[in-house]
């Protein structure tokens, strides 16, 4: 998690002490009459049946194991291992790969998206298969199989292997074109004839504005004055854009050999994945609404229209001109067409204002290059995004609109909370309720959406916040030498979801003992000092809870809260 400057912030966890009463929540949930425009209350059978709902993970965040078998370091690692937070034991799911298929199984997840990665695979970079690390993959991939599990992988997750980094600079030297479809041969040979959905290479427009501009994220190259770190590497004025130029041409190398050597034996998919934002102009003047396309132009145009029309957006082209590669006729042939489906990974909104002004500047970077300010929540500070979907149906109505409707799993979207907050993690479950019922909204709207992946199945390593903020469904106790996972209240919501049970239902979930419950009640509404909830506050909960309605009661003879959804 992700983009723009990094906002470093201590987050005091304040803790509270309560009781040891056992808690039961009692999930209600109410018919409501479906709104025509919003689709507040929905199951499972209102999506198509082919629509793959899942969860996700990738390698580095969950594996550990990262100098076991004969696993050789990422780029990940080296920048994890010059900070504080790195996924040697991670979650430790190179060992616990059973288990956790188990849990899948019991939340009733239809498909799972997890990296594959390639220093495992090939400790080299190229070259021999390592023994272990593919009998790895194919223990997780069959156990995942047998349960009928639908597998999507990604082939890079800002995980290229550290020697070829070392060895020719990695994305920026052309070479990586040759490598990673290499790479990619050997996964589609080994796994292809189970794992039908592959993602080339994880939202390589943040890999690049993070990892070649700022400077903040693997392999940490930039150049003054645009480092957010003091690094002394690379150069922000074009490598941003030479490494997604040659990140396009690997991308389609590989899309294309799996058409000509796969496609017709193992009948995949090969697609590729984009961080979006949901982009607002602040006003309603012109110049903030062209900035607001801009800006779009420069976060999904920059893959999307090479991959429908050859060549990138005009826009790029005018404001970074000859920072920008060209593609020969030959490689716009190539990379045009070449993706079965998209994925899209969204989080959250930002304001946009034109900033034309960042253009008289000579020398320039990617982000002053969109001649824009994006102001976003702080989101690489530990705290929750805002409950905003309509930034996803906007930009899902995007992709609908300017790039050519194309087939997209949503492969990431989820809610942060501080990760020692609570096993009763309400706002996650108001966050996926809300954004689930967008893609349906989008959905209905046409858009050819044909998936969605709660990010993330467990809490990891996340890329910036270690393991200080958390997305996941599953709470993995860091303080616990077996790593014990334990399913917060989203995981069961959305088990329940999932299993397709009638909205009218009265359900009681029992959850595990757990103190913060009425410490996370509390930071929503004032109890009266006998515990009961007023009218009023309660009138005031419903307006403070964004749509889709959820109420929470309190019912203090039982120690029990009732959530109406
Ligand atoms: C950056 O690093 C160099 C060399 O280590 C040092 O001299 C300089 O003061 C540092 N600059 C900042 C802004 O930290
Ligand atoms: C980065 O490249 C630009 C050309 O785009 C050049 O003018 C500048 O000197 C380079 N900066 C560094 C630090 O090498
Ligand atoms: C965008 O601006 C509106 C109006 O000023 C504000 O309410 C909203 O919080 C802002 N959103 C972000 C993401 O900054
Ligand atoms: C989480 O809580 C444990 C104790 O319960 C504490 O030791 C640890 O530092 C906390 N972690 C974070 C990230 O706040």
Known sequence: MKVVKEVERETEMKRKTYGNDTLVVILLLVNLVVGVLSADNYERDDFPLDFAFGS???SYQVEGAANEDGRTPSIWDTFAHAGTRYGDIACDGYHKYKEDVRLMVETGLEAYRFSISWSRLLPNGRGPVNPKGLQYYNNLINELV????QLHATLHNFDLP???EDEYGGWISRDIIRDFTDYADVCFREFGNRVLYWNTINEPNVFANGGYDQGTTPPQRCSPPFCVRNVTRGNSTYEPYLAVHHILLAHSSAARLYRRKYRDKQHGFVGISIYTI???PLTNSEKDQ????RVRDFFSGWIMEPLL???YPISMKRNAGERL????????EQVKGSYDFIGVIHYCNANVTDNSDALSIKMRDYDADMAATIRTPDIFANEEYPIAPWGLREELEKFKKLYGNPPIFIYENGQRTPSNSSLQDVSRVKYLHAYIGAVLDALRDGSNIKGYFAWSFMDLLELLDGYEASFGLYYVDRHDPELKRYPKLSAKWYSRFLKGRRSSVVETIELENDESLEKSLDSWVNFNSDNKISEKQRSGMENHWFQPRLLVEWNNAHKAVRIVL
């Open 278 to 280: 949901g982009f607002f």
């Open 309 to 311: 029309h050859g060549d």
């Open 162 to 164: 550290q020697v070829l």
């Open 56 to 58: 996700g993970t990738s």
């Open 146 to 149: 047998s349960n009928g599990i």
């Open 325 to 332: 590669p060209t593609f020969t006729n030959h490689e716009s």
């Open 290 to 293: 062209v900035a607001a396309q």
